[in-house]
Structure formats: structure tokens, C-alpha cells
């Protein structure tokens, strides 16, 4: 055929290439093999953000594990699972990044989803930081701080608690002002998730920055609104910036896909850590004087634990980068926003999971008033004098309180949504090619640079491991043994691995504390439990963000 025939095929040849490429990219991406949550998933990761966009993530992932076994297809370049074995394990325990590895100092280059958490206009975090690397060099500097055996045993974190429960937290309960009181002529009913708000957030910033350094949001009600306000009206915006950054910086320039007001919130809450750090800060100094000899005093509940140690750290850790510093007022200026980068995720990870299970258990327990009492029986049982809490120890190893807790981070976890991480280069085999449902289902070789995820909400209702999933049973968590050890396998709260939460320990020593003082004072029942079910989303408050009861002195 001559050439000059062919011209009038050109466009069709033209239009025919995207669709070719589009075949051979398909049939050459061993994903395909992977049974898809939907037929487009394989060819397009357009449905998968769609599902994104509409706030349908976490519901659709349940349908399609709960159709399709354990590995799924959620994209051309991305799978969920939800096993143990094939599963978790290969990817949490096995050290799978969050973003590939690279970059500049190492941080990850490519796709992380965790960028996003980066603050002060992107400073990497532990949480946010894409590769192992940085991210361990970090998390060594902060591990012992937050351990079992530090928190248990801190003299500061024990006296601040024990200040904050007695004197903000049970008169803020016996008297609660209008905010919390939809009706003030009844101030025994009170909506109790902004009063939780506050007090996990002053106990935490309490061992963050030392107490009188920290939030007092249980007594300051106009700064709690102002926060909270501006920390829960964010939420529907994280979709463009945290899916799709490149595109929402390039468009930015022209059409904001997020508003301003979102970037002023933002700075907001940025501001009001950087007053607790520079707080923390002339603490230090004190502290430091006293160590020389000085006449300053500082009480044990004022010492900044976490600030202390970790701003000595990353001094260190920028100095050594920085040998011979060109200006000074540069390098201090780096260490104090890498510290409040750090710290203001830590404030936020902390108080907002901590109170989303303390609502969840304390509407559990208001439904389940035989239980409320078997715990309050157990709670009542230990004597400590009136002016002091229990002992860390001895409120931890409390096995129905640690039931109801667990139970309800089971049933309810915080974090119900995909923890996204992307397999390494060489690539990884998913799934274990069983066929059971604790096993992995079909084996599936997953190339480098994929996304993959698993989430606490799905692992949590296998019902071959937890009977009865849907159902709240504390009672599952005790007996001789505890929970079974295939259960123990599956809980994942906490998630797992070397990026799982480091501030386990101290949620729960102050959810428990928590619990120990509203129900050794009052029983609790529901008056309006509206909106009480999580929203569809990585971290999962309930959807009305409150939750209205009645307290009966006990
Ligand atoms: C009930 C309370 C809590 C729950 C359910 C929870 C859950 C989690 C989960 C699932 C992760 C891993 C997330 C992921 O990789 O996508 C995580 C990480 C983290 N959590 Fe928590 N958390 C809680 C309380 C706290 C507290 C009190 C702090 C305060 C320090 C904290 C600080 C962090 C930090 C800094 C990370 C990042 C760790 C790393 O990158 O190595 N969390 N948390």
C-alpha cells in the first residue's frame, strides 16, 4: 500500500495508540492477576479516587474484601490486604516504607501519603517522613520517652494527671458550663466529647511541654471552641493536597482546591504550639541553671519530657549536619520549627485518637450498664488516698479496665482507615496462597513501587477470629489466657511494625485514668447518641462529633 493511502488513517492510528499502550501496560502489570474490587480498578486508579473523593474508602474496601478474599486489586499500581499472614506481617513487620526511598537527605522521593502531616510549610515529621531511614534515626530519639516502663513510671506525667483530673476535669463535670450543657437548667446532662477533647489533649501536651507550659483546655472553654473549630473543620479538605499534592500545588496558582481558611487554621494551631514549645523552652533553661548550681526551682510536673528531650536531639543531630554553621539565626531557626513539626504532630495523634475511643467507650459503657458496673466494682476496689491516684501499675494491670479498652479500640479503632505503604523495589509476594480466611488466599507477586494497605477496621470483624465481631464483648479480652493468640495476631489498633504508633502507652495510661475518674464519681447514661457512627475515614470520629449523657453521682 502506498504511503500516501495511509494518511487518511492517521488519526485513527493516533487515536488508537493511548488505547494500545493502554493494553500492553494492563496485560504486562502482574496486578491484573489480583482478583480487582471493581473491573476498572485494574485498568485506571480514576475509580479508586473517585471512591476517595466521595468519603466511600473504607465501607467499599469491606465490600470488596468480604467478596474477593484477603488481597485486592484497588488500581494499576495499588492492592489492599487484609490478612496476617501474606499480609501484615509482610508489610508492616517487614518494613515496607511510605514513601520510596531516595531523595534529598533520604527522605523518600515519589509518592508518600504521609507528606501530607509534614507542618510549618512541609517540615518532615516522623509520621510524615516517607523513608526508613530519617524516619528511624527519629523515632530512637523519642522510643524510650514513650515506653511502657517511662510512662509507668513518671514521676511528671503522674502529677500532671493527677492535677488535671482533680482539679479541671471533676469540677469541670460537676459544674459544666453552657457550652456542654445543651440545656443549662440540667447541668447533669452534658455533651462529654468536647470536655474528652480537653482533657486528653491537656494531659498529653502536660507530658509534651510539662503542665505549665501546656493547654488548659478544660478551663479555658472559648480556646477549646477555637480549636476545635479549626481543627475539625479541615477534614473534608485533605482529599486534593494528600491524593493528588502536585496536582492541587500546580492548580493553585489559579483556582484554590483548598480554601484559604484552611491554610489560616492551619497556621492557627502552628502558632499555639509554638507558644507551648517556646514555654518548654525557658523550662529547659531553668532546668539547665538548676544543674549549675542556680537557685531555680521547678516543679515535677512543669518538666517538659518529650521537649526536653527531644529538642537536646535534634540540636545535636543539626549541628553534626551543619559543621560550620554560616548564620546561627538559620540553624536555631531549624531546630525550633523541625521541634514543633515533631511535637505538633504528637499533640495532634495523640488527643484526637485518644478521645474518639473514650467517646466510643463511654457510650458502650452508657448501653451497657451490667458491664458499667462490673467495671466500677473493679475500679472502686482499689483504695489509694483521696488526694492522689492510684499507681500507674496497678491501674494498668486492672483486667476489666483493660478489657473495656481494648474492646472498644477493637470494635471502634481510632484509626479504622488504610495505612499506605509502597513495597520495595524487588518487589513482594502478597497473600499465602491458603485458602482460609486467616490465611492470605491466592499468592500474588506485587512488583516494586506499589501501594499497598491494610486497615484496622477490616482486620478487626474477621469473625474466624473475633466471634461475633460486631458485638462489644470486654468479656473477650479476659479468662486465663486473655484474648486467643490468633486474636492478639489480628488486633492492630496500634497498627505494627517500625512505624506502628509510639504513643500507645501513653494513650492508654491516660484513657485509663480517664475512665477510673468519671466512673468512680459517676454512672453514665445516653440522652442523644445521634450521629454516633464513625465517619468513612482514615482517622474515624463519630459523625456528629458528639455524644449527649446523663451523670448520676455514684
Ligand atoms: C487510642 C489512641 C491511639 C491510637 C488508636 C493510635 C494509633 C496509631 C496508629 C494506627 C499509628 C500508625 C499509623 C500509620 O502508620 O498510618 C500511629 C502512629 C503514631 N502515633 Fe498513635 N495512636 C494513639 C495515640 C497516640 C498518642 C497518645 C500519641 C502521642 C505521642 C501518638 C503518636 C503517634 C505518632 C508520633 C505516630 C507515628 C509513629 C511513627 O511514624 O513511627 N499516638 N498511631
Not at 494492563?26 to 473517585?50: F, K, Q
Request: glycine share 8%; proline share 8%.
Amino acid at each position: 500500500m502506498p504511503t500516501t493511502d495511509l494518511i487518511p488513517m492517521l488519526p485513527y492510528i493516533l487515536l488508537s495508540l493511548p488505547l494500545l499502550h493502554l493494553l500492553y501496560t494492563h496485560t504486562s502489570n502482574p496486578l491484573r492477576l489480583i482478583p480487582a474490587a471493581h473491573p476498572l480498578a485494574p485498568w485506571t486508579s480514576l475509580w479508586i479516587a473517585y471512591i476517595r473523593w466521595r468519603g466511600r474508602e473504607n465501607a467499599t474496601l469491606k465490600d470488596a474484601h468480604a467478596r474477593y478474599g484477603a488481597v485486592v486489586c484497588l488500581g494499576p499500581r495499588e492492592v489492599s490486604v487484609n490478612c496476617v499472614v501474606g499480609g501484615i506481617r509482610e508489610v508492616y513487620a517487614g518494613g515496607f516504607a511510605k514513601g520510596e526511598e531516595g531523595g534529598e537527605e533520604g527522605r523518600g522521593e515519589g509518592f508518600n501519603w504521609y507528606a501530607f502531616f509534614g507542618n510549618y510549610g512541609g517540615i518532615p515529621n516522623m509520621f510524615s517522613t516517607g523513608a526508613n531511614k530519617p524516619h528511624s534515626t527519629r523515632k530512637r530519639m523519642l522510643s524510650n520517652i514513650y515506653s511502657k516502663s517511662t510512662i509507668l513510671s513518671s514521676p511528671p506525667l503522674l502529677t500532671s494527671t493527677h492535677r488535671i483530673l482533680a482539679t479541671r476535669f471533676l469540677p469541670l463535670l460537676a459544674t459544666p458550663p453552657p457550652p456542654f450543657t445543651p440545656t443549662p437548667s440540667t447541668p447533669t446532662i452534658l455533651n462529654i466529647t468536647p470536655i474528652i477533647n480537653a482533657a486528653t489533649m491537656d494531659i498529653v501536651t502536660a507530658y509534651i511541654f510539662g503542665l505549665a507550659s501546656s493547654s488548659n483546655l478544660l478551663q479555658k472553654t472559648d480556646e477549646l471552641m477555637w480549636f476545635l473549630d479549626l481543627y475539625n473543620s479541615r477534614r473534608s479538605f485533605n482529599f486534593w493536597p494528600q491524593e493528588f499534592p502536585r496536582v492541587t500545588a500546580w492548580v493553585g496558582g489559579w483556582w484554590r482546591l483548598v480554601p484559604r481558611w484552611v491554610d489560616e487554621a492551619n497556621g492557627g494551631i502552628e502558632r499555639w504550639t509554638l507558644g507551648m514549645c517556646e514555654g518548654a523552652a525557658g523550662v529547659v533553661e531553668a532546668l539547665q541553671e538548676k544543674r549549675e548550681g542556680g537557685e531555680t526551682t521547678v516543679e515535677v510536673q512543669d518538666v517538659p519530657v518529650v521537649y526536653q528531650q527531644l529538642s537536646t536531639s535534634i540540636a545535636k543531630d543539626v549541628s553534626k549536619k551543619t559543621a560550620s554553621p554560616s548564620n546561627n539565626d538559620d540553624v536555631t531557626e531549624t531546630i525550633k520549627l523541625t521541634v514543633a513539626s515533631e511535637l505538633l504532630d504528637h499533640l495532634a495523634a495523640g488527643f484526637d485518637t485518644s478521645s474518639i475511643t473514650l467517646t466510643y467507650a463511654i457510650h458502650e459503657l452508657s448501653t451497657h450498664p451490667a458491664i458499667q458496673s462490673e467495671l466500677r466494682r473493679e475500679l472502686l476496689s482499689l483504695t489509694s488516698p483521696p488526694s492522689s491516684l492510684p499507681p500507674p501499675k496497678t491501674i494498668d494491670a486492672l483486667p476489666f479496665l483493660n478489657a473495656v479498652v481494648h474492646e472498644t479500640l477493637r470494635l471502634h479503632p481510632a484509626i479504622p482507615g488504610p495505612q499506605p505503604r509502597v513495597t520495595p523495589p524487588q518487589g513482594c509476594k502478597l497473600g499465602d496462597g491458603s485458602s482460609g480466611v486467616l490465611g492470605g488466599g491466592g499468592e500474588y507477586y506485587v512488583p516494586g513501587g506499589v501501594r499497598v494497605s491494610a486497615s484496622a477496621g477490616l482486620l478487626h470483624m474477621n469473625e474466624e477470629v473475633f466471634e461475633e465481631p460486631e458485638e462489644w464483648r470486654p468479656e473477650r479480652w479476659l479468662g486465663k489466657e486473655g484474648l486467643s493468640k490468633e486474636g492478639k495476631r489480628w488486633f492492630w489498633a496500634f497498627g505494627s511494625g517500625g512505624r506502628m504508633c509510639i504513643g500507645s502507652h501513653l494513650a492508654l495510661y491516660q484513657m485509663k485514668y480517664i475512665l477510673y475518674s468519671l466512673y468512680t464519681t459517676y454512672a453514665t447514661s445516653i440522652v442523644d447518641d445521634t450521629g454516633i457512627e464513625q465517619i468513612d475515614a482514615y482517622t474515624a470520629p463519630p459523625a456528629s462529633d458528639q455524644l449527649i449523657i446523663k451523670l448520676t453521682k455514684v
